[in-house]
């Protein structure tokens, strides 16, 4: 399948703003924050997730209707991208040894708020660059490339911390920097190219309309009963996917210990985590084409049961490495069909307005899973029994979302 400018344009954020969850959510920052002397234990992030989830979740359902309107999606796309990346910037400014883990954490949270803010726009531009029939394949497309083209700025983020001294925190914040300046530049190519092919045309008091048309969507929600099915599910699902992306690393450190598992050993895992992950993004497309996106997202549902309860029993560093892959397996795949899946589902003309739903859906379900494995491990004292919690979440999803109708499996099979 050729794709257009357009499609590449947007694929090109993809790439740009994965390099974000890798570094930020994922990797260095848990890392440089348990280097402040005055911090008690990395898993406390679960509680921070938490707090920046509720802030975007609350944002979300408004920001997507008033953006529905005809050029307002673009703007605010831009406005929380660059928020993201100068957040993510200023990052690199706040050194261990000042001890003001406070301020870090700050623009922690500023940089989850322009990350998940340009999300819901981004998100929603994916009916205005691609048509249903393609959306699968674009999506997953998305999801491949921007694995494996965060392997680069990571690449090159791990090397200068492993010459700088693995111990050091210079080198996780010129990490900072490189992924900042990778994701902003990425990103400039759609803010060229792509425009909003569907809105809402201008009208007066836009701010109050925008309430008003969220006001009615919840109340004829029953005229997007499959909306709504599939966004239940998504809501369990989705919650124990980012969990594991956000808590991976403190929950492997506490378990394996920092002898067992040095600094440089978890973050080439987490670097071979993404190489996995580009080619199975790019196979859940192409098997979405035979066996229906319904039915892979199933399959990814399935992996990550699976994967959390091997993750209870691993006992040495080869073990991360099977776990690993496992994740890598599914993480793009599931995470790439449940968009497209969605934007199929949902009226073209309010896509912001409902993919605002789809991110408040997505956001209040990440404050349920790191907050639980957080509470589990202080309560307990047992890091292990956190990653048990969030198992019934995926078996949750999985029931609600089996019971979408067959319909939809028919139409899935149109797409190529």
């Given at each position: 399948m050729k794709l257009s400018r357009e499609e590449r344009s947007w694929i090109l954020v993809d790439c740009g703003n994965s390099a974000y969850s890798m570094a930020v959510t994922t990797a260095l920052l848990p890392i440089i924050y348990g280097m402040f002397e005055n911090v008690k234990s990395s898993m406390d992030l679960g509680y921070f997730n938490s707090i920046a989830s509720i802030l975007v979740a609350?944002?979300?359902?408004?920001?997507?209707?008033?953006?529905?309107?005809?050029?307002?999606?673009?703007?605010?796309?831009?406005?929380?991208?660059?928020l993201g990346v100068f957040a993510t910037a200023a990052l690199a400014f706040v050194s261990p040894s000042s001890g003001q883990w406070q301020l870090l954490i700050l623009f922690?949270?500023?940089?989850?708020?322009?990350?998940?803010?340009?999300?819901?726009f981004y998100d929603a531009f994916l009916v205005d660059v691609s048509s249903e029939e393609r959306m699968d394949k674009v999506s997953s497309s998305g999801f491949a490339f921007g694995y494996i083209s965060s392997v680069i700025p990571f690449g090159i983020s791990l090397a200068l911390i492993f010459l700088m001294g693995m111990d050091k925190a210079i080198g996780y914040q010129?990490?900072?920097?490189?992924?900042?300046?990778w994701w902003g530049l990425l990103t400039?190519?759609?803010?060229?190219?792509?425009?909003?092919r569907y809105y809402i045309e201008p009208e007066p008091r836009p701010v109050i309309n925008s309430f008003k048309r969220l006001a009615v969507t919840f109340k004829n929600i029953r005229q997007h009963k499959i909306v709504f099915i599939f966004l239940a599910a998504y809501f369990f699902y989705i919650d124990g996917v980012d969990t594991i992306i956000k808590m991976v690393v403190p929950y492997a450190t506490s378990i394996l210990g920092d002898d067992a598992l040095n600094t440089f050993t978890l973050l080439g895992i987490l670097l071979i985590i993404q190489i996995i992950a580009f080619p199975c993004a790019i196979l859940?497309?192409?098997?979405?084409?035979?066996?229906?996106?319904?039915?892979?997202?199933?399959?990814?549902?399935?992996?990550?049961?699976?994967?959390?309860?091997?993750?209870?029993?691993?006992?040495?560093?080869?073990?991360?490495f099977i776990l690993g892959a496992m994740i890598g397996s599914a993480q793009g795949g599931i995470q790439a069909l449940s968009r497209s899946y969605y934007a199929k589902i949902v009226p073209k003309e309010k896509s912001n307005e409902f993919f605002?739903?789809?991110?408040?859906?997505?956001?209040?379900?990440?404050?349920?899973?790191?907050?639980?494995?957080?509470?589990?491990?202080?309560?307990?004292?047992?890091?292990?029994?956190?990653?048990?919690?969030?198992?019934?979440?995926?078996?949750i999803g999985f029931i609600i979302f089996?019971?979408?109708?067959?319909?939809?499996?028919?139409?899935?099979e149109s797409v190529g």
């Amino acid at each position: 399948m050729k794709l257009s400018r357009e499609e590449r344009s947007w694929i090109l954020v993809d790439c740009g703003n994965s390099a974000y969850s890798m570094a930020v959510t994922t990797a260095l920052l848990p890392i440089i924050y348990g280097m402040f002397e005055n911090v008690k234990s990395s898993m406390d992030l679960g509680y921070f997730n938490s707090i920046a989830s509720i802030l975007v979740a609350i944002l979300s359902p408004v920001l997507g209707a008033i953006a529905d309107y005809k050029d307002r999606k673009k703007r605010f796309f831009v406005f929380f991208t660059f928020l993201g990346v100068f957040a993510t910037a200023a990052l690199a400014f706040v050194s261990p040894s000042s001890g003001q883990w406070q301020l870090l954490i700050l623009f922690f949270i500023l940089s989850v708020i322009g990350f998940a803010g340009s999300n819901i726009f981004y998100d929603a531009f994916l009916v205005d660059v691609s048509s249903e029939e393609r959306m699968d394949k674009v999506s997953s497309s998305g999801f491949a490339f921007g694995y494996i083209s965060s392997v680069i700025p990571f690449g090159i983020s791990l090397a200068l911390i492993f010459l700088m001294g693995m111990d050091k925190a210079i080198g996780y914040q010129i990490g900072f920097i490189i992924t900042a300046l990778w994701w902003g530049l990425l990103t400039l190519p759609m803010i060229k190219d792509v425009k909003q092919r569907y809105y809402i045309e201008p009208e007066p008091r836009p701010v109050i309309n925008s309430f008003k048309r969220l006001a009615v969507t919840f109340k004829n929600i029953r005229q997007h009963k499959i909306v709504f099915i599939f966004l239940a599910a998504y809501f369990f699902y989705i919650d124990g996917v980012d969990t594991i992306i956000k808590m991976v690393v403190p929950y492997a450190t506490s378990i394996l210990g920092d002898d067992a598992l040095n600094t440089f050993t978890l973050l080439g895992i987490l670097l071979i985590i993404q190489i996995i992950a580009f080619p199975c993004a790019i196979l859940y497309g192409n098997l979405a084409k035979r066996f229906t996106a319904r039915t892979m997202i199933s399959v990814g549902i399935l992996t990550y049961i699976i994967s959390c309860i091997a993750a209870y029993f691993i006992s040495s560093v080869w073990h991360i490495f099977i776990l690993g892959a496992m994740i890598g397996s599914a993480q793009g795949g599931i995470q790439a069909l449940s968009r497209s899946y969605y934007a199929k589902i949902v009226p073209k003309e309010k896509s912001n307005e409902f993919f605002g739903f789809y991110n408040i859906f997505g956001k209040f379900s990440a404050i349920v899973g790191p907050a639980i494995m957080a509470l589990t491990a202080t309560i307990t004292g047992k890091t292990r029994w956190s990653i048990l919690g969030i198992i019934p979440l995926f078996i949750i999803g999985f029931i609600i979302f089996i019971t979408l109708p067959k319909e939809q499996k028919r139409s899935s099979e149109s797409v190529g």
